[in-house]
């Protein structure tokens, strides 16, 4: 966070709230923290966060947190301008971010995620909260917050909620999200969490029933699994829960009466199998719906949950069903991506004497559907048709254009059969009028037997990356021959090529996910393919398309990734 330029300079710690009071309160949180003063200086640090930046206090308090700490990708000093948390900072709001970078002491960089919330210290002055992590993963062994037994002091409470926005957000994935939850709440506020959801057929299922016991949460799964229907006027704590009625404190007692439904039932059997004293069972609620209950319980000798407790516990159950529905409609649209892709990509033909085999690999970050596509078709001449394409995008409107493209080139390619490139034309023209895509690159190839026993393949490729031919020796050389700009720039007469394939020689057609990564060359991509692909000539078909997608496939691909191989016969 930048100084503003009107600051005026003076003491870095507030008197009213010395750094040392604000710093045992830090300790509570298990992520990095440190709060700031209304310069952007910081004034109190956690020890997490010496930790993860790898620089002592003392090098810390007095100093610009944004000055000091951030930088972009790559290390270099990020503009003010640029940093989304000094604009929260200067705004006084709550905001997060799921990656960022600080840069330690050592000078390397630390991906992190972040929230950040103002403060009023002591009614006075003004700070601000910062809250961050060195991934969205598990916390390290060991590192268990304190135990809270009564109510959390204010800034210790925004502290929490902050720690429980930024490590459930971070998630797309449910079982992962109920996960980082139960460890928010256990042990700190509970020694007990229990959570029912509510699935997507109505009926309720317990996920969840944890203890901590040592330094591990114990997950019992006796206790977990199918739960009656919900009843709909039950007056019982947990029934009202997942009617989304209200948040309830209850114990044993509470169940001791003669039970009105089997989720009461239910909850006879769970207060007696875990020995809770103390129960406080809220909603979790999204924006649409109820989605189940969470149920913080303790026992032993910590004090029982007062009507106080509630409303943190109802902020973090909030917080949680946010995250939730998030999560699922995010494995609703993988779902459907899913099935969509699985219609999409075609089964490929016998073409007999040849092998063919192809690969598709989502984006990671996508919806596991994108504008990679590949296909393979028998020709009304009795030649077949090969084809690799990319329509820009990695999401479902992506793969709806792929969809076009693709069936408008098969029906050219059966009415028209040769040159490739005069189906081009064609399709380029088409698509410029009758379709959404904007740009889009492809080869389309002829193969067809030849009259001495070996495979002819004639080609055009607008705007893709070349083919690879690797002989059996394993002499590998880029189709360089035949290439055109690619599709919805103008159209225009394209070229044609042509290549005899040597026995046993493998082909191999991708897209541009295989070959291009963050900071380095086209050529690079291009030299690391070719040389792997020779690695393996000798290799069956299935075996060299996996391995060349495992070495060749860039470590922080981003695009998706579509593969056709194809391998002549071997020599007699």
């Not at 209304?38 to 010496?50: K, L, P, S, T």
């Not at 944004?66 to 709550?94: I, K, N, S, Y």
Request: aromatic content about 4%; charged content about 25%; hydrophobic content about 40%.
């Amino acid at each position: 966070m930048a100084v503003p330029e009107h600051a005026e300079h003076g003491s870095d710690v507030p008197a009213a709230a010395p750094a040392a009071a604000l710093t045992r309160a830090l300790e509570a949180i298990r992520g990095g923290a440190y709060i700031v003063d209304e310069r952007g200086r910081i004034i109190a640090v956690n020890a997490r966060a010496e930790d993860l930046l790898g620089r002592p206090a003392a090098d810390l308090l007095g100093q610009d947190a944004h000055d000091l700490l951030h930088r972009d990708a790559h290390g270099r000093p990020l503009p003010a301008t640029q940093c989304r948390m000094r604009q929260a900072f200067h705004a006084r709001r709550v905001a997060q971010a799921e990656m960022d970078h600080f840069v330690r002491g050592d000078g390397s960089v630390l991906p992190i995620s972040w929230t950040i919330a103002p403060y009023d210290i002591d009614g006075e002055a003004s700070g601000t909260l910062v809250v961050f992590d060195a991934s969205a993963g598990a916390p390290e062994a060991g590192s268990r917050p304190e135990v809270v037994d009564g109510p959390l002091p204010e800034l210790e409470r925004l502290a929490l909620l902050a720690e429980t926005t930024t490590r459930l957000t971070s998630t797309l994935e449910v079982e992962e999200t109920l996960r980082r939850l139960v460890a928010l709440v256990v042990p700190r506020l509970a020694d007990w969490t229990v959570i029912d959801l509510i699935t997507e057929h109505d009926e309720v299922w317990r996920k969840a029933v944890v203890r901590v016991e040592g330094d591990k949460l114990v997950y019992h799964e006796e206790l977990q699994g199918p739960m009656p229907p919900i009843p709909k006027e039950s007056p019982m704590p947990l029934s009202r829960a997942l009617r989304g009625v209200a948040s309830t404190l209850a114990g044993p007692q509470t169940y001791q009466r003669e039970p009105d439904s089997g989720i009461a039932v239910e909850q006879r059997r769970l207060f007696d199998a875990t020995g809770i004293r103390s129960a406080a069972i809220t909603p979790i609620r999204s924006a649409r719906e109820v989605l189940g209950a969470l149920t913080l319980g303790r026992a032993g000798h910590r004090a029982d949950f007062t009507p106080a407790d509630l409303s943190l516990i109802e902020d973090i159950a909030r917080r949680a069903g946010l995250a939730l529905d998030n999560a699922r409609l995010y494995q609703r649209q993988r779902k459907v991506a899913e099935t969509m892709q699985n219609h999409l990509l075609p089964q490929m033909p016998r073409v007999p004497g040849l092998e063919l085999t192809v690969r598709y690999l989502p984006a990671p970050g996508a919806s596991q559907v994108g504008g990679d596509w590949y296909d393979a078709f028998p020709l009304s001449d009795g030649a077949t048709a090969l084809a690799i394409g990319d329509v820009v995008g990695h999401d479902l409107e992506a793969a709806a254009g792929m969809a076009q493209v693709r069936n408008m080139l098969r029906a050219y390619a059966w009415s028209q059969t040769k040159p490739p490139s005069r189906i081009i034309e064609r399709l380029d023209e088409a698509i410029r009028h009758i379709t959404d895509v904007t740009m889009a690159t492809m080869i389309l190839a002829r193969l067809e037997e030849a009259d001495n026993g070996h495979w002819k393949l004639s080609w055009s490729n607008a705007g893709h990356p070349p083919p690879l031919l690797i002989s059996h020796d394993g002499l590998a050389e880029y189709l360089t021959d035949g290439h055109g700009i690619l599709l919805g720039v103008q159209a225009g007469r394209r070229p044609d090529a042509a290549v005899l394939l040597p026995p046993g020689s493998t082909l191999v057609l991708y897209t541009d996910g295989l070959i291009e990564e963050l900071g380095h060359t086209l050529d690079e991509g291009l030299q690391r393919l070719r040389r792997h692909a020779a690695a393996l000539a000798h290799r069956p078909l299935t075996s060299f398309t996996d391995q060349l997608l495992s070495r060749v496939r860039p470590a922080g691909n981003d695009d998706d990734v579509a593969l056709l191989a194809l391998r002549a016969p071997a020599p007699a």
